[in-house]
């Protein structure tokens, strides 16, 4: 089965810092992948869609410069939190479609916890 | 625009006790996809099914089932015989079937308790 990976799966870091988080298709080819935040108990949000090869499309409220997204194969995108707040903290969870597949599924990593102190 | 809504915030049900949690979407395309994630405490996103807006034949899965109405917009999801090990929050999502475009819409959540 399609399998994908988040790296690292927990982070705490300093206040104006910033993280970089890794997400890979392993087994399959990934033209897109979308980032989701959930903060505690509640739901996944869409942040962003990310387009190998081109630039992320981000949702409303998402400051794209502050997070950061690179598809620079089809199988890695990564999510970098630039000058991390407290507020960040979050549970950064990626998804990606496989690209010979037309069922347009979604196969989820197993998501990243951020802290930010 | 989608919406997906779970008006189920918590449910608490005694072991082998059946359950059923709601699912309400709307949407003004025709063409969708329903899905039915499980989020143990663990946090990862466990994949459980998806149905096409072609399809309201309603689909049962061992102790899992599911009746999806178009006509009143709702996919709900029923455990028979729950388990301790169902405890989880479990999130009805939406996608269009638009290449390009299918990003997941999620309801809120529901966060289900099975009493031992």
């Known amino acids: 089965g399609a399998v994908v990976s988040q790296h690292p799966s927990r982070v705490i870091c300093k206040s104006g810092t910033s993280v970089k988080i890794e997400c890979r298709s392993l087994?399959?080819?990934?033209?897109?992948m979308f980032w989701y935040r959930q903060f505690p108990k509640q739901s996944l949000m869409l942040m962003a869609t990310?387009?190998?090869?081109?630039?992320?499309?981000?949702e409303q409220g998402v400051e794209k410069d502050k997070f950061l997204i690179n598809h620079a194969s089809l199988t890695l995108s990564t999510l970098t939190v630039t000058s991390a707040h407290p507020e960040d903290s979050s549970f950064y969870i990626c998804?990606?479609?496989?690209?010979?597949?037309?069922?347009?599924?979604?196969?989820f990593g197993p998501g990243t916890r951020l802290t930010v102190t | 625009a989608q919406k997906v809504t779970q008006a189920q915030t918590e449910i608490s049900v005694v072991e082998k006790e059946d359950v059923t949690l709601d699912c309400v979407y709307e949407?003004?395309?025709?063409?969708?996809?329903l899905f039915w994630y499980k989020q143990p405490p663990s946090g990862e996103l466990v994949f459980l099914i998806r149905?096409?807006?072609?399809?309201?034949q309603n689909e049962i899965s061992g102790r899992y089932s599911w009746n999806f109405q178009k006509s009143t917009s709702s996919f709900n999801f029923t455990i028979t015989a729950s388990q301790v090990v169902d405890s989880a929050v479990y999130f009805c999502?939406?996608?269009?079937?638009?290449?390009?475009?299918?990003?997941?819409?999620f309801g809120t959540g529901t966060r289900l308790t099975i009493i031992p």
């Open positions: 998804s990606a479609r496989d690209l010979q597949g037309s069922s347009y599924e979604q196969y």
């Open positions: 087994d399959f080819q990934a033209t897109t």
């Open positions: 990310s387009n190998e090869g081109s630039k992320a499309t981000y």
């Open positions: 949407t003004r395309d025709t063409t969708y996809y």
């Open positions: 149905r096409n807006s072609f399809d309201e």
């Open positions: 999502a939406l996608s269009l079937i638009n290449f390009g475009n299918e990003k997941l819409t």
